[in-house]
């Protein structure tokens, strides 16, 4: 039972930053001639996905704090969490967002309003992250805004990858100027990204007085070293590949599609490792 709540987090995690990082690029990559009409179907599903795996999320979050995993189902413990509990106000708002992103979904376009949508829905889970809880109540609001940025440049860097991949594949004519476009993001994305995240490991990790879980640390160590592999492929991407790129290179023409996908790859387990981070308390007794 931990498992599926364990991935449906990552589902919506990675269905929800889709949305978002794919329409915030393609709202900036307008000028260059990428309309994202093939990526509709694909958006559409995940925004669809994002929504349902939100359900699910509730239900785990019910099933913990019922002590029963599998209560979290039942619809009387669903309705006590969403009328008596922080979480389920923060679901009521994140639930009107995704039905929002939704319907959105549905056409072409909207691309602003895609991004707005699906970010505020993602940021909002920042109110209820471990970062968020770790410390006195004082700051409880800047730590959840940190997290909330932590996700938003997590998200624009793996929507954007989601963009990338079919036309770095495809050797479209816009590329060079959409990965330039991805890149110059980028630089801010991933400064962004290090900094909040650090941010967060030391208002989990930092509280005095309780020894750490080392299954938690664990699968942070995991993402950490995976997040660096995405870093350093993001820089072999900015600085070596994409020059040659732009320069007409047949090898480095060959390499950017293996090298993004990669990233991505990177991404995704990433993702998979928050779905049970979020499950696993950071500190036990």
């Keep these: 039972m931990i498992a599926l709540f364990a991935f449906s987090?990552?589902?919506?995690?990675?269905?929800?930053?889709?949305?978002?990082?794919?329409?915030?690029?393609?709202?900036q990559a307008r000028g260059l001639g990428v309309d994202g009409t093939g990526l509709r179907k694909l958006l559409g599903a995940a925004a669809f996905t994002?929504?349902?795996?939100?359900?699910?999320?509730?239900?785990?979050?019910?099933?913990e704090m019922s002590g029963d995993l599998t209560a979290g189902f039942e619809p009387?413990?669903?309705?006590?969490?969403?009328?008596?509990?922080?979480?389920?106000?923060?679901?009521l708002v994140r639930i009107a967002l995704l039905v929002g992103v939704a319907l959105l979904s549905l056409a072409d376009g909207a691309f602003l309003w895609k991004a707005l949508?699906?970010?505020?829905?993602l940021a909002a889970l920042g109110l209820t992250s471990h970062a968020a809880a770790s410390g006195t109540p004082r700051y409880e609001l800047l730590r959840a805004a940190n997290d909330s940025l932590h996700l938003l440049a997590s998200a624009f860097w793996v929507g954007g990858l989601v963009v990338l991949v079919p036309e770095v594949w495809r050797r479209t004519p816009q590329l060079v100027g959409l990965l330039t476009l991805f890149s110059r993001?980028?630089?801010?994305?991933v400064a962004v990204l290090v900094i909040a995240g650090t941010l967060n490991g030391?208002?989990?990790?930092?509280?005095?007085?309780?020894?750490?879980?080392?299954?938690?640390?664990?699968l942070l160590a995991?993402?950490?070293?995976?997040?660096?592999?995405?870093?350093?492929?993001?820089?072999?991407?900015?600085f070596g590949v994409l020059p040659a790129l732009a320069r007409g290179e047949e090898e480095a023409a060959e390499t950017i599609p293996l090298t993004v996908s990669a990233e991505l790859?990177?991404?995704?387990?990433?993702?998979?490792?928050?779905?049970?981070?979020?499950?696993?308390?950071?500190?036990q007794m």
């Design 265 to 283: 790859g990177a991404a995704l387990a990433i993702l998979v490792i928050v779905g049970f981070l979020g499950l696993t308390a950071p500190m």
């Design 9 to 27: 987090r990552t589902l919506h995690f990675a269905s929800l930053m889709s949305v978002f990082g794919a329409a915030a690029l393609l709202l």
């Design 50 to 63: 994002a929504l349902a795996t939100a359900v699910l999320c509730l239900c785990g979050a019910g099933g």
């Design 202 to 218: 030391v208002f989990i990790l930092g509280q005095e007085g309780m020894p750490w879980n080392g299954t938690y640390v664990t």
């Design 117 to 121: 949508l699906s970010g505020a829905a």
């Design 222 to 238: 995991a993402k950490i070293v995976l997040a660096a592999a995405m870093v350093a492929l993001a820089l072999t991407n900015r």
């Design 185 to 189: 993001w980028g630089v801010a994305s």
């Design 76 to 91: 009387q413990v669903m309705g006590s969490v969403i009328a008596g509990t922080y979480y389920g106000h923060v679901f």
